[in-house]
C-alpha cells in the first residue's frame, strides 16, 4: 500500500539521480511520469507527458490534463507496465494507491507467470503465449482481478476503451465479449481458468491455473 501523504506526490521511475516521491524500477516508466494532487478530498491524476503514457481505467490521459480519480479507479503506466488501483478510505484520511502487479520488461523469468504488456506477451512456467492487443487486454483485466467477478461491461470498458458512447456506457456487446474470451480459451488451453458466470461475466482462478500447468 502506498501512501499519498502529500497534497501533490510526484510518480516516475527512480535512478541514481533522480528519486520521485513514489518511484518503481521499470525502464518504460518515464522519471516524471506523472502527478497525483489531493485538495480538499478529490485527487486528480495528471499525466506529466510521459513518453509511454498513463491510463485510467483503460482510457489514455492527455498529457498536463489532469483528472479526477475514484475508488477502485486502475491507473496504468507504459500500457500497463506498471497498475496501480486507487483507494480512499474517507474523505478526513490520507489518501492510498495499491500497487497491484509491476510488470517489469523484459518478462523476468518466473516459474509461475509474468505479463509483457510492449510484446503483448503472457509467460507460464516459462511458456510464452502471444495475443492481439484486444485480447491481452482481457487477459491482463481478468489476471489483475484474480478469483474476483469482473462483469462484461468492465471488460467492454477496459478492452474497448475508444467505443464509449455520449453518457459513458460501453458499446461492445456480449457477443464481441464472448469471441474475444472464445479466442483466449483456444489459444491458452486448459492455462487459464476463466469461469463464465451465468452470462454476466467472468472469474479466473490463479490457482486453478498453476495447479493445471505444473
Not at 65 to 92: H, M, N, Q, T, Y
Not at 146 to 166: C, L
Request: glycine residues 8%; hydrophobic residues 40%.
Amino acid at each position: 500500500m502506498l501512501m499519498l501523504a502529500r497534497p501533490i506526490v510526484i510518480l516516475g521511475r527512480r535512478d541514481a539521480e533522480w528519486a520521485p516521491d513514489i518511484g518503481f524500477d521499470n525502464a518504460y516508466v518515464s522519471r516524471k511520469h506523472a502527478e497525483i494532487a489531493c485538495e480538499k478530498g478529490i485527487c486528480k491524476i495528471t499525466d506529466r507527458n510521459s513518453k509511454h503514457g498513463t491510463e485510467v481505467n483503460g482510457i489514455r490521459l492527455t498529457p498536463f490534463e489532469p483528472v479526477v480519480l475514484r475508488a477502485s479507479d486502475i491507473v496504468a503506466f507504459s500500457k500497463g507496465a506498471v497498475c496501480l488501483s486507487f483507494a480512499d478510505r474517507s474523505w478526513g484520511d490520507t489518501m492510498e494507491i495499491e500497487l497491484e502487479r509491476d510488470a517489469a520488461l523484459p518478462v523476468a523469468e518466473s516459474n509461475d507467470i509474468a505479463l509483457d504488456p510492449i510484446r503483448q506477451v503472457l509467460t507460464v512456467n516459462g511458456t510464452p503465449f502471444s495475443f492481439t492487443d484486444k485480447e491481452f487486454r482481457c487477459v491482463e483485466l481478468l489476471l489483475r482481478r484474480e478469483r474476483r467477478f469482473v462483469g462484461k461491461e468492465e471488460i467492454a470498458r477496459y478492452v474497448w476503451p475508444e467505443r464509449t458512447g455520449e453518457d459513458g456506457s460501453p458499446e461492445a456487446g456480449a457477443e464481441e465479449i464472448n469471441s474475444l474470451l472464445y479466442r483466449i480459451r483456444k489459444k491458452t488451453g486448459p492455462v487459464l481458468a476463466i469461469e463464465n458466470v451465468r452470462g454476466k461475466g467472468f472469474v479466473l482462478s490463479l490457482s486453478s491455473l498453476a495447479e493445471k500447468f505444473v
